[in-house]
């Protein structure tokens, strides 16, 4: 029996770790994956050829970013995520609020504007490009929390609860798309709120967390209404194959467990993120003024004192 579009017959031997991590490429993901490693490296060279820096930790985020892409698509975990609901949850989780974290973490949208080169007068190249589309209406709208915080939402209740998810994974073609959907719900999800790369919507420290934790909850809410389901609710999973000795509904249950599990995850990681970025745009700040009394001899303290000199004058 074909393995939906796989090329791979639906008797999977039981789960295991070891079966789950063999390699498994899905050559759409492959390829993506390395392409985007390529680029990024390219970005990374070109600039230290000429002299300038890149953070060795934005490399670093960026590579881990693709990797955990890597880990769910191009492994055994998406052969079993066709079949298992609680496997397929961990490549949800993993590919919409891990993996996009870690990938702007890499800040790759400020690596491209420095390490594309400049178009000559009059022509647009794609460093220009790019920074039209920065600029444009359209990712002003994709980019703000009316738009972001109900799209995040509605990829789990109006995709599972609904005729919609059971058609995607009838194909191979569905489920790269579904999967495609969530990452690229994830990066513009938390692009404003990490606030690393450039954009339209750039909200305060406070605000950001703001939209974080509008989100996160119905994550949670998603997770508790599989575990306390009393039957199947996506027909994609009633019928698991009778070769992995499980029974749908306990694997429903643990991936609403799973689902509520990382709804902590990405606020950790996202809050450790803002609490840096806080911490220093604070230092930066301190040093701007420090620079600016040492050039002025500290007007702005020296006026302020005068100011409560002529205040007691006046009290005599």
């Known amino acids: 029996m ?28 492959l390829f993506g994956c390395l392409l985007a490693l390529a680029l990024y490296g390219w970005g990374v060279v070109r600039l230290r050829r000429r002299g300038d820096g890149w953070p060795a930790g934005r490399t670093v985020a960026f590579t881990l970013g693709v990797l955990t892409v890597a880990l769910v698509m191009c492994t055994g975990l998406n052969d079993y995520g066709m079949v298992m609901f609680s496997v397929h949850m961990v490549q949800h989780m993993v590919i919409s609020m891990v993996s996009p974290i870690l990938l702007l ?18 022509r647009k190249g794609p460093r220009e490009l790019l920074l039209v589309l920065l600029h444009s209406r359209y990712v002003r709208i994709i980019t703000h929390p009316a738009f972001t915080i109900p799209l995040f939402i509605a990829s789990l209740y109006a995709l599972y609860f609904s005729p919609l998810f059971d058609f995607l994974m009838g194909s191979k073609t569905g489920h790269v798309a579904m999967m495609v959907h969530f990452l ?112 002025d001899g500290d007007k702005e303290l020296t006026a302020y004192n005068d100011y409560l000199a002529s205040l007691q004058a006046r009290s005599r």
Do not use: C
Request: charged share 15%.
């Open 184 to 295: 690229a719900v994830g990066l513009i999800f938390f692009w404003p709120i990490m606030g690393v790369d450039p954009g339209p919507h750039r909200p305060g420290h406070l605000m950001r967390m703001l939209e974080l934790f509008a989100g996160m909850p119905f994550h949670a809410f998603f997770g508790i209404a599989l575990m306390m389901a009393s039957e199947p609710m996506v027909d994609a999973y009633r019928n698991p194959p009778a070769s992995l000795a499980i029974d749908a509904l306990t694997d429903q249950n643990a991936a609403g467990g799973i689902a509520w599990a990382f709804s902590e995850i990405p606020s950790v990681l996202v809050l450790i993120a803002l609490v840096h970025q806080w911490y220093r745009s604070e230092q930066r700040q301190a040093k701007r003024s420090d620079r600016a009394a040492d050039r």
């Open 2 to 29: 074909d393995h939906s579009g796989h090329g791979m017959t639906m008797d999977l031997p039981p789960f295991t770790l070891g079966r789950a991590l063999e390699y498994s490429p899905d050559l759409f993901f």
């Open 105 to 122: 973490l890499g800040a790759p949208v400020t690596l491209a504007l420095r390490a594309l080169p400049v178009a000559g007068r009059g």
